[in-house]
């Protein structure tokens, strides 16, 4: 059997995002966050499920780090409630929130493994929500206010940093859609929020950069590589629509300092002024980082619709495996995103940040959790890596998604990421699923058989 062999130095990790599972909603100080308050609105989360407990991690984080030791994680990326610091957003600090994060680090720099901390994975503190959210400016200078922070506590200890995870979800599904927290279906509203973060962003590099702090530096985004559903002219449009939209609106100002032409165009055809945008925005988001993040979960097929606003509609392809979420096994297409990214965008380290799938697990009767289809997943998704490797693309590292079962934001606890099996209903006990002796075993060779 041949055998796949990663770069020396290439790191394996898990990661988790702070209200997916650390509960302790209202305790030690920590203010309300837009989630606490979208899930506790009946009907916006299946089974109408929180947070509120999640896995309980604020409390077993030892346990969870014992477990990733023993998994033999090199890396864990882990994000930071906003109102655990900053109860009303700005202001007062709380001392608790940032001595829960001292501790959980300590427990990881001890367990030997590299702490990766994203200052924003969607939980807002519902306070700034109440003054217009991520759609008011202010929102940037106090996001801004908060990452001097937490580069001031824990820079000498943690020196991967994430900005941001998936301005794309923070602002389409969640002001555009509505399926997310704060819950509007408005696009203007949710081209002035992709603005804002992604400002918000650039200015907390810039802070990361002044702090002088040893370390690194970048955003995680969440990317598909798109498909034409056929060779015409017409999909050949849409695909390049789908792909301005959930890419290139994105990656384009994050590398490049402006928006996609097209799509702009299209938004200034509709309205007379998409969004505000200050001189010198540009600029700022456009400040150079040190690695790119990037989410992979599927790929996107695409054919023309003129019904559509943006001109294009996904497609289901058929014959194709689907996870419990629906989405398409297609890991080839993160070989063909990441060999992408390498031609147009960056030469910097890239990290798969997540990547990972949802099925209907269960215990089996000799106690374990037999998750085949993930196994699987995984494997194919690790080739596909390594090929992108092979082909000369700068690749890091990889962060399978999750480390454990979690809350899974609009759908409550019904759908299971977790290479841990998480029991809500026996005391939160933590099964090692079959996934993550697979990761085990490729942190060991650093590689795997294929």
């Given at each position: 059997?041949?055998?796949i062999?990663?770069?020396k130095?290439?790191e394996w990790?898990?990661a988790?995002a702070?209200?997916q599972i650390?509960?302790a ?10 989630w606490?308050?979208?899930t506790h609105?009946?009907g ?13 991690h604020?409390?077993?984080?030892q346990e969870?780090v014992?477990?990733m030791k ?10 930071i409630?906003?109102?655990r610091?900053l ?10 929130g940032?001595?829960f994060?001292?501790r959980?680090?300590d427990?990881?720099?001890?367990a ?6 994203t200052?924003?994975?969607w939980?807002?503190?519902?306070k700034?929500q109440e003054?217009g959210?991520?759609?008011n400016?202010?929102t940037v200078?106090?996001?801004?206010e908060?990452?001097q922070i ?16 998936e301005?794309?979800v923070?602002s389409m599904?969640?002001n555009?859609w509505?399926e997310h927290?704060?819950?509007f279906k408005d696009?203007?509203?949710?081209l002035q929020?992709?603005h804002?973060?992604l400002l ?17 530096v970048?955003i995680?985004?969440?990317?598909n590589?798109v ?8 999909d ?5 629509y ?6 290139r609106?994105f990656l384009d100002p ?5 928006y996609?032409e097209k799509?702009?165009?299209l938004?200034?055809e509709k309205?007379?002024?998409p969004f505000?945008?200050q001189t010198g925005?540009l ?7 040190d ?14 619709d ?9 497609n289901?392809p058929?014959?194709a ?7 398409e096994?297609y ?5 063909d995103?990441?060999k ?6 960056t030469?910097k380290?890239i990290?798969i ?9 269960q215990?089996?009767e ?9 196994v699987?997943?995984?494997?194919q998704h ?5 090929q992108?490797i ?7 590292g990889?962060?399978?998604w999750s ?7 609009a759908?409550?606890y019904?759908?299971?990421f977790?290479i841990?099996y998480v ?7 933590r ?6 002796r697979?990761l085990?075993?490729?942190?060991e060779?650093n590689?795997l058989e294929k």
């Amino acid at each position: 059997m041949a055998k796949i062999i990663f770069p020396k130095n290439f790191e394996w990790g898990a990661a988790t995002a702070s209200y997916q599972i650390e509960g302790a909603y209202d305790e030690d100080g920590k203010g309300e966050s837009i989630w606490d308050r979208f899930t506790h609105q009946k009907g916006n989360i299946v089974n109408n499920d929180t947070g509120d407990v999640a896995c309980d991690h604020y409390h077993r984080y030892q346990e969870d780090v014992e477990l990733m030791k023993e998994i033999g994680l090199d890396t864990y990326r882990f994000s930071i409630s906003w109102p655990r610091i900053l109860p009303a957003g700005k202001g007062k600090i709380n001392q608790k929130g940032i001595d829960f994060y001292k501790r959980l680090v300590d427990e990881l720099l001890k367990a030997g493994i590299k702490p990766a901390a994203t200052l924003y994975h969607w939980d807002l503190p519902q306070k700034l929500q109440e003054n217009g959210g991520w759609e008011n400016r202010d929102t940037v200078k106090y996001f801004n206010e908060y990452a001097q922070i937490m580069y001031r506590e824990l820079g000498d200890q943690i020196s991967r940093w994430i900005t941001h995870n998936e301005p794309m979800v923070v602002s389409m599904v969640g002001n555009l859609w509505g399926e997310h927290a704060p819950g509007f279906k408005d696009q203007q509203k949710a081209l002035q929020v992709a603005h804002n973060v992604l400002l918000s962003h650039g200015m907390a590099v810039q802070s990361f950069r002044e702090s002088g702090i040893e370390g690194e530096v970048g955003i995680t985004l969440n990317l598909n590589h798109v498909y034409p559903n056929s060779e015409s002219k017409k999909d050949q449009i849409a695909k390049d629509y789908c792909d301005a939209f959930n890419n290139r609106w994105f990656l384009d100002p994050v590398f490049k300092g402006r928006y996609p032409e097209k799509l702009m165009a299209l938004y200034q055809e509709k309205f007379d002024n998409p969004f505000v945008m200050q001189t010198g925005d540009l600029e700022i988001i456009s400040r150079d980082i040190d690695f790119l993040g990037i989410n992979y979960y599927s790929r996107a097929v695409v054919e023309y619709d003129e019904n559509e606003l943006l001109n294009f509609k996904t497609n289901k392809p058929e014959a194709a495996d689907y996870t419990a979420m629906d989405w398409e096994v297609y890991p080839q297409g993160l070989t063909d995103l990441l060999k992408r990214l390498d031609q147009e965008y960056t030469k910097k380290p890239i990290f798969i940040t997540e990547n990972g799938a949802a099925y209907d697990d269960q215990i089996a009767e000799d106690g374990r959790v037999h998750d085949q289809k993930r196994v699987d997943y995984l494997e194919q998704h690790f080739q596909a890596a390594h090929q992108a490797i092979k082909e000369g693309v700068n690749l890091a590292g990889y962060y399978a998604w999750s480390l454990m079962d979690n809350f899974e934001w609009a759908f409550g606890y019904d759908k299971r990421f977790g290479i841990i099996y998480v029991d809500y209903e026996n005391d939160q006990q933590r099964i090692l699923k079959d996934s993550a002796r697979l990761l085990k075993k490729v942190i060991e060779n650093n590689g795997l058989e294929k």
